[in-house]
C-alpha cells in the first residue's frame, strides 16, 4: 500500500516565493526590535519638569548649574519656598524640586512618580552643594512600596494590561457574535480583569499603594479602552483592523508609553505621542491613584475614555452599516430570511 507524499512537498513554492518569505520576516524583526529598543536606547534627560524653591540669586545659580551640567534637561519652575515645590510635586506637574538656601541644597523627590529621574535629580543635585558644607540632602516625597522599592512590578505589567485588551478583542471576536454583545463581554472583562490584576500587583507583589478600588478602576479603564478600541477597529475593517490595532498599541503605544523610566526620558516627540495612547495613559493614570491619591490623573483619564469612546462609536457605524446591508438584501428577496434577522438583531 503505497501513501502519497504531502501536498507541500509534491507542488514545493518556488524559490522566489522563499526569498520572499525570508525578507518579510527580517523586515518585521527589524520592525519589533526598533519599536522596542529605539526608545531605550536613545532615552535621556530633557524637558523634565522640575521645580527650583528658594532665594530669586539662589535659584539662578541652580539654574546655571543645571543648564552646565544637563543642557536642555530640566524645565524649570522657580517657586519662593519648599512648601509651593512639594505642592507641585504631588500634583504632578513636576517630577522633583531642589530647595536652596543658607545651607545645602535639598533634594525632593518623587520616586512613585519614576525612579530614574528621582535617581538622575539626586545624582546632579548632589553636586551642587556648597563647599565646606554637608553633603546634598534627600527626601522622598512619594516612595515606592517596601517591597517594590524599584517599582519593578508596575513597569512590567504595562505588558499585560496592553495583552489583556488585545487578547480580549481577538477572543470576543472568534467566540461571540453582535457586536453588542462583544461590546459587553469587554466591558465585563475589564471589570473583572482590572480587580484581578490590581490585587496581584498591590496584595501579592506589593508593587502599588492607595486604595486598591481606584486602582481596579485605572487598570479597568486601560482594559476597556484597548478592548473597545480593537473591537471597533475589527468591526469596521475585519481582521485588517486587529492588525491596525496590534500595532497601534503593542508596536507603537507600549515602547512609547514611558512606564519604565519617564515619557520626558524619551526621544524627541515620543514620549508626548505615547501619552496619547492607552498604554501611556493607563501608566499615568495607575501612579496616580497608586501613589497621588488621584493627582494628576486627569489628561489620562480623558485619553483613555476617548479611546473607549472611539471604540463604542466604530461599534455602532458598523452595526448600522450591516443593518442597512440586511435591510436592504431582505428587500430585494421582498421577505426577510433568519440569516437577514440575525445580521440585523445580532449586533
Not at 481577538?170 to 484581578?196: I, K, Y
Not at 515619557?263 to 495612547?277: D, F, H, K, V, Y
Not at 463604542?312 to 458598523?318: A, D, E, H, Q, R
Request: positive net charge; glycine residues 12%; contains cysteine.
Amino acid at each position: 500500500m503505497t501513501t502519497l507524499a504531502p501536498l507541500a512537498d509534491t507542488f514545493p513554492s518556488r524559490w522566489p516565493t522563499v526569498a520572499g518569505a525570508v525578507a518579510l520576516l527580517t523586515a518585521i524583526v527589524s520592525v519589533l526590535l526598533v519599536a522596542f529598543a529605539w526608545p531605550s536606547a536613545r532615552s535621556s534627560v530633557h524637558d523634565v519638569p522640575i521645580a527650583v524653591a528658594g532665594p530669586a540669586t539662589a535659584v539662578a545659580q541652580v539654574r546655571t548649574a543645571l543648564e552646565q551640567r544637563l543642557p536642555g534637561g530640566f524645565e524649570i519652575t522657580e517657586v519662593p519656598d519648599t512648601a509651593a515645590a512639594e505642592t507641585l510635586i504631588r500634583d504632578r506637574r513636576v517630577y522633583g524640586a531642589i530647595a536652596v538656601g543658607s545651607g545645602a541644597p535639598e533634594v525632593i523627590v518623587a520616586s512613585a512618580a519614576s525612579t530614574a529621574v528621582a535617581q538622575t535629580l539626586q545624582g546632579i543635585a548632589s553636586g551642587l552643594a556648597q563647599e565646606g558644607k554637608p553633603g546634598t540632602a534627600a527626601r522622598d516625597l512619594a516612595a515606592l512600596p517596601a517591597d517594590d522599592p524599584r517599582g519593578a512590578g508596575l513597569s512590567a505589567g504595562a505588558l499585560p494590561l496592553v495583552m489583556g485588551g488585545l487578547l480580549a478583542a481577538v477572543l470576543l471576536t472568534r467566540l461571540v457574535r453582535g457586536t453588542a454583545r462583544r461590546l459587553t463581554g469587554a466591558l465585563a472583562f475589564a471589570v473583572t480583569g482590572g480587580l484581578a490584576v490590581a490585587a496581584i500587583l498591590q496584595f501579592w507583589l506589593g508593587s502599588l499603594s492607595g486604595s486598591y478600588l481606584a486602582n481596579s478602576g485605572a487598570v479597568a479603564l486601560s482594559i476597556a479602552a484597548t478592548a473597545a478600541a480593537v473591537l471597533g477597529l475589527e468591526a469596521l475593517l475585519g481582521y485588517a483592523g486587529i492588525g491596525i490595532g496590534a500595532v497601534l498599541m503593542m508596536l507603537i503605544g507600549n515602547p512609547l508609553s514611558g512606564t519604565a523610566t519617564a515619557p520626558e526620558m524619551l526621544p524627541g516627540w515620543s514620549g508626548a505621542l505615547g501619552q496619547l495612547l492607552p498604554p501611556g495613559a493607563g501608566g499615568r493614570l495607575l501612579r496616580s491613584t497608586a501613589f497621588f491619591d488621584g493627582r494628576g490623573a486627569t489628561h489620562a483619564v480623558l485619553v483613555l475614555l476617548a479611546w473607549l469612546a472611539l471604540g463604542v462609536t466604530l461599534c455602532l457605524v458598523s452595526g448600522l452599516r450591516a443593518r442597512r446591508a440586511a435591510t436592504g438584501a431582505a428587500g430585494l428577496r421582498g421577505t426577510a430570511t433568519p440569516a437577514d434577522m440575525s445580521a440585523t438583531l445580532g449586533s
